[in-house]
């Protein structure tokens, strides 16, 4: 086992995702984050160089270089944010009282119960990706995935204001991203040697796992602390100035 290789790699990883996700509360420009973001770069450019020249890598660099894996990857970054988006946003929202302007004013308990079909349709979208992909193909079935995601997505940032909209956004979302993911894994198994199936498959949970970070890095530039919007209510831009 390179024991070199994955001391970098787990090191580069902690160090990226450390910073991402306490950027915002330490400062991005304190010497907190540019440290951990130049050890992240540092060992990932080193653990990268060093996979492609160790005789028995860790991972072996010249898979994630392949179209279908380098693919697989981005895309699951992305649906991954965009569904831990909706799940950082959706809650607070759904559970501010009606008096402050915007919001549902609901429980805990219903805000789960109206996150609840993203749950169900994400597991039963695994159940039937595999006769969706046998007939269209594993591509077909992460393209319609991320066209569902968005539909739901899309419903829910024009009827926001609508329980039924957040039902159908919360049945969408989830339907997508469970059929786009099981599709995912498929295609990357499928395009690697079969003794690299392992690999491969732990490397695309990565960008999964970093989704999350990236969502809330994203929603924290968009949503600056202490900002007073009009009203009491969000702007419809919020990049935009007043």
Do not use: K
């Not at 992240?40 to 028995?56: E, P």
């Not at 732990?202 to 602390?225: D, G, I």
């Amino acid at each position: 086992m390179d024991i070199g290789s994955a001391l970098l790699l787990s090191t580069w990883l902690v160090a990226a995702l450390l910073a991402v996700s306490r950027g915002a509360e330490w400062g991005w420009l304190s010497s907190r984050v540019l440290t951990l973001a130049l050890l992240a770069v540092g060992c990932g450019v080193w653990w990268w160089r060093h996979g492609s020249v160790s005789r028995s890598p860790l991972i072996d660099t010249a898979l994630l270089r392949m179209p279908a894996v380098a693919a697989a990857n981005v895309v699951a970054l992305l649906i991954g944010a965009a569904m831990y988006a909706l799940l950082a946003v959706l809650p607070p929202y759904v559970q501010t009282a009606a008096a402050s302007g915007y919001g549902l004013g609901a429980s805990v308990t219903r805000c789960g119960l109206l996150l609840l079909p993203m749950a169900v349709t994400t597991f039963g979208a695994g159940l039937v990706m595999a006769p969706l992909a046998s007939r269209f193909g594993d591509r077909a079935a992460v393209a319609f995935g991320g066209l569902v995601s968005a539909l739901g997505l899309l419903v829910l940032s024009l009827w926001i204001g609508s329980v039924e909209a957040i039902v159908v956004a919360s049945f969408l979302t989830g339907f997508g991203s469970g059929l786009a993911y099981a599709a995912l894994a498929s295609m990357v198994v499928q395009a690697v040697p079969a003794a690299q199936t392992a690999v491969v498959a732990a490397v695309n949970a990565n960008p999964e796992c970093s989704a999350e970070p990236s969502a809330r890095l994203w929603l924290r530039a968009s949503f600056p602390r202490g900002r007073r919007l009009r009203r009491g209510r969000p702007s419809r831009h919020i990049g935009s100035r007043s």
